[in-house]
């Protein structure tokens, strides 16, 4: 199995490519110039691997929720590859992506909350749990609101230990407060990336799950990004 994955949802620009199990991922923190440096990435990891792009199984991407800017482009850039090459895809959730990187990490719990910044002071939010195959599973739809807005499911109300983990969390100080004493707060530094994406596109790949290029389509969460801030804000 050969998997190419890209993500460009946040500031972490990144690609990755999993060929039989053997990882090789790039990735760099910038505020903009996603477009100008994600297909260098792409070539230079196809180069050390010495894979072409014709010789893969599929290509998976980031496809939000994010910055409308930055999950437009990984859709886009995942149609124009896939399509040349004859690939399907394989949509990935950031969001489930953060997660992945959560529950990977030592001592993690079975549960993670995923807040990121959707700014406009509101986050991108939603809520996973550990499957049997140790991936990131939705407990619920993802969601857009306010850090006020943001709750556990009725089945983590039990006091069972979950995590906290997300670029929310710093963007917003009220939503750690709120947050109940059965939550810890992993990491607010958390960004998602291509390594993960990768691996959650896996099964999926396995199980024949694959979409068309045109079907790359991006998931924003909200129709109204161009909404200017409330004021104070």
């Known amino acids: ?56 199984t599929a290509i998976a991407f980031g496809r939000g929720p994010g910055s409308f800017t930055g999950v437009r482009l990984a859709a886009s850039v995942t149609q124009g590859l896939a399509c040349g090459a004859g690939l399907g895809v394989v949509p990935v959730s950031d969001l489930r992506a953060v997660a992945q990187r959560a529950l990977d990490l030592p001592a993690a719990p079975l549960r993670v909350l995923v807040c990121n910044d959707a700014r406009m002071h509101e986050v991108y939010w939603a809520c996973f749990e550990r499957g049997p195959d140790a991936l990131a599973t939705a407990v619920d739809k993802e969601r857009v609101g306010s850090p006020a807005g943001v709750v556990l499911p009725p089945a983590w109300r039990d006091g069972g230990a979950a995590f906290g983990a997300g670029s929310g969390f710093a963007a917003y100080p009220e939503l750690r407060a709120a947050m109940p004493g059965s939550v810890s707060i992993l990491s607010d530094r958390l960004l998602p990336r291509a390594t993960e994406i990768a691996r959650l596109a896996v099964p999926e790949v396995r199980n024949g799950r694959l979409f068309r290029p045109e079907q790359a389509l991006p998931v924003y969460l909200r129709d109204d990004v161009a909404r200017p801030a409330a004021a104070g804000h």
């Not at 949802?9 to 999993?18: F, G, H, M, P, R």
């Not at 990882?23 to 297909?39: F, K, N, P, V, Y």
Request: net charge negative; proline share 2%.
């Open 1 to 56: 199995m050969r998997i190419l994955a890209l993500d460009t949802a946040t500031e972490n620009c990144s690609a990755a490519l999993l060929i039989d199990g053997q990882l090789h991922a790039s990735e760099e923190l910038i505020e903009r110039g996603h477009a100008e440096r994600i297909l260098p990435m792409v070539d230079a990891l196809l180069k050390q691997a010495r894979q072409r792009l014709s010789e893969l």
